[in-house]
C-alpha cells in the first residue's frame, strides 16, 4: 500500500504528470524534455528524479546521455498509462507539449536520415553482395519458433528491423546496440510502427545490461563480424538466455571479400561452422541447427548463414 500511495502523490502535480504522458509516447532525454516543458534542467531533474524513485520511471543512461521511460512492468506502468488514458485530449498544455514532441521526434528523424544518407551508397553496395533480406528474416522466423516469447533481446538492434519481424510473438523485446545513431533511427522505427512493447537501450555485447537467464530468445544479427572478440560475444548472449531458450546467430559464411575488411571494418571475413560450434559449446550451450542461404541474384558473392543454439533446460 505504501508503495502505491508514493506513485498517487508523484503523480499529482501537473508537470509530473505531462512527463508522465511524454514518456508514454517513447523515450525522452532530461534535455528534450526541457525543451518541451520550458523549465529549467534542474527543476526537470528532480522531477525525473522523484518519478523514478516511485517506480513509475527508469533511468536509461547511454554513453553521454540518459533516456527515461516509464517503467517496463508492474502495478507502476499500469498506473501511469491510466493516468494518460484519463488525461482530456483537448487540454491545451498537453497540445502544446505533444506539439513539440513532434518537432523533437522529427529532428531526431532528421539527424539519423543525415548519417544514413551519408552511408547510403556504401550500404546498398554491401547488400548487392548477399541475401534479400526477406528471406533471411523469413528463415530467422521458421527457425525461431513460434513463440510467445516473454523476452526477446537483439543483440546490434541496428535499425530495428530484426524486433519489428519478431514483434507479433513477444511480450517484450529490447535491442541493444553502441551506435547511438542507429539507436535513434531504431526508436523511431519501432514508434513508427507502434510497437511500444519494444525498446532499445545503449549496451556493449560484451557486457549486456541483463540478469542472467532473463530472455528466452536473443538474436544476433550480422554482428559478430565486427568483433574483436565473437567468443565472448556468444558466451555473454548465452548468461542471458533461459534454460530452453535459443540463441539464433546471423552471419557471413567465409568469403574473400577483403573490400568488407579494409572500407566497412569488418574484422572476420566469416565464420566456419566448426569455430561457430566451438564457440557455442564453450557458453554451454548446444548446436541445434545450422542453415546456409545461397544468394540467387548474378554476381551475389555472400553466403548468409543461421546457426540455432539452445540452452540445455
Given at each position: 500500500?505504501?508503495?502505491?500511495?508514493?506513485?498517487?502523490?508523484?503523480?499529482?502535480?501537473?508537470?509530473?504528470?505531462?512527463?508522465?504522458?511524454?514518456?508514454?509516447?517513447?523515450?525522452?532525454?532530461?534535455?528534450?524534455?526541457?525543451?518541451?516543458l520550458?523549465?529549467?534542467?534542474?527543476?526537470?531533474?528532480?522531477?525525473?528524479?522523484?518519478?523514478?524513485?516511485?517506480?513509475?520511471?527508469?533511468?536509461?543512461?547511454?554513453?553521454?546521455?540518459?533516456?527515461?521511460?516509464?517503467?517496463?512492468?508492474?502495478?507502476?506502468?499500469?498506473?501511469?498509462?491510466?493516468a494518460?488514458?484519463?488525461?482530456?485530449?483537448?487540454?491545451?498544455?498537453?497540445?502544446?507539449?505533444?506539439?513539440?514532441?513532434?518537432?523533437?521526434?522529427?529532428?531526431?528523424?532528421d539527424?539519423?536520415?543525415?548519417?544514413?544518407?551519408?552511408?547510403?551508397?556504401?550500404?546498398?553496395?554491401?547488400?548487392?553482395?548477399?541475401?534479400?533480406d526477406h528471406?533471411?528474416?523469413?528463415?530467422?522466423?521458421?527457425?525461431?519458433?513460434?513463440?510467445?516469447?516473454?523476452?526477446?533481446?537483439?543483440?546490434?538492434?541496428?535499425?530495428?528491423?530484426?524486433?519489428e519481424?519478431?514483434?507479433?510473438?513477444?511480450?517484450?523485446?529490447?535491442?541493444v546496440?553502441?551506435?547511438?545513431?542507429?539507436?535513434?533511427?531504431a526508436?523511431?522505427?519501432?514508434?513508427?510502427?507502434?510497437?511500444?512493447?519494444?525498446?532499445v537501450?545503449?549496451?556493449?555485447?560484451?557486457?549486456?545490461?541483463?540478469?542472467?537467464?532473463?530472455?528466452?530468445?536473443?538474436?544476433?544479427?550480422?554482428?559478430?563480424?565486427?568483433?574483436?572478440?565473437?567468443?565472448?560475444?556468444?558466451?555473454?548472449c548465452?548468461?542471458?538466455?533461459?534454460?530452453?531458450?535459443?540463441?539464433l546467430i546471423?552471419?557471413?559464411?567465409?568469403?574473400?571479400?577483403?573490400?568488407?575488411?579494409?572500407?566497412?571494418?569488418?574484422?572476420?571475413?566469416?565464420?566456419?561452422?566448426?569455430?561457430?560450434?566451438?564457440?557455442?559449446?564453450?557458453?554451454?550451450?548446444?548446436?541445434?541447427?545450422?542453415?546456409?542461404?545461397?544468394?540467387?541474384?548474378?554476381?551475389g558473392?555472400?553466403?548468409?548463414?543461421?546457426?540455432?543454439?539452445?540452452?540445455?533446460?
Amino acid at each position: 500500500m505504501d508503495s502505491l500511495v508514493a506513485q498517487l502523490k508523484a503523480l499529482a502535480e501537473p508537470t509530473r504528470l505531462r512527463i508522465t504522458a511524454l514518456l508514454s509516447r517513447g523515450e525522452l532525454t532530461v534535455s528534450e524534455l526541457v525543451q518541451i516543458l520550458g523549465q529549467s534542467q534542474p527543476r526537470v531533474s528532480r522531477h525525473l528524479k522523484l518519478l523514478t524513485e516511485a517506480g513509475l520511471a527508469e533511468r536509461l543512461p547511454e554513453g553521454a546521455y540518459v533516456f527515461y521511460r516509464l517503467t517496463e512492468a508492474g502495478g507502476g506502468r499500469r498506473l501511469a498509462q491510466m493516468a494518460n488514458d484519463l488525461l482530456p485530449e483537448e487540454d491545451p498544455v498537453m497540445t502544446r507539449d505533444f506539439s513539440r514532441l513532434e518537432a523533437i521526434k522529427q529532428s531526431r528523424a532528421d539527424a539519423a536520415q543525415a548519417y544514413f544518407e551519408s552511408v547510403a551508397e556504401d550500404w546498398d553496395r554491401i547488400r548487392s553482395f548477399h541475401l534479400a533480406d526477406h528471406e533471411v528474416e523469413a528463415a530467422m522466423r521458421k527457425l525461431a519458433g513460434d513463440g510467445p516469447f516473454d523476452l526477446m533481446i537483439d543483440v546490434g538492434v541496428g535499425t530495428g528491423r530484426v524486433l519489428e519481424v519478431f514483434s507479433d510473438r513477444l511480450k517484450r523485446g529490447i535491442g541493444v546496440d553502441i551506435n547511438h545513431s542507429m539507436l535513434n533511427m531504431a526508436r523511431l522505427n519501432l514508434e513508427k510502427a507502434g510497437l511500444r512493447h519494444c525498446s532499445v537501450r545503449h549496451a556493449d555485447v560484451g557486457a549486456l545490461p541483463f540478469d542472467t537467464s532473463a530472455a528466452d530468445l536473443v538474436t544476433v544479427h550480422q554482428v559478430l563480424h565486427y568483433l574483436e572478440d565473437p567468443g565472448l560475444a556468444v558466451e555473454e548472449c548465452a548468461r542471458v538466455l533461459k534454460p530452453g531458450g535459443n540463441l539464433l546467430i546471423v552471419d557471413f559464411a567465409p568469403h574473400q571479400l577483403e573490400t568488407l575488411r579494409e572500407d566497412h571494418y569488418h574484422r572476420r571475413l566469416g565464420f566456419s561452422d566448426e569455430e561457430m560450434r566451438s564457440w557455442i559449446e564453450s557458453a554451454g550451450l548446444k548446436l541445434s541447427e545450422q542453415v546456409a542461404l545461397h544468394p540467387e541474384e548474378p554476381g551475389g558473392q555472400l553466403t548468409m548463414k543461421i546457426w540455432v543454439a539452445a540452452k540445455p533446460a
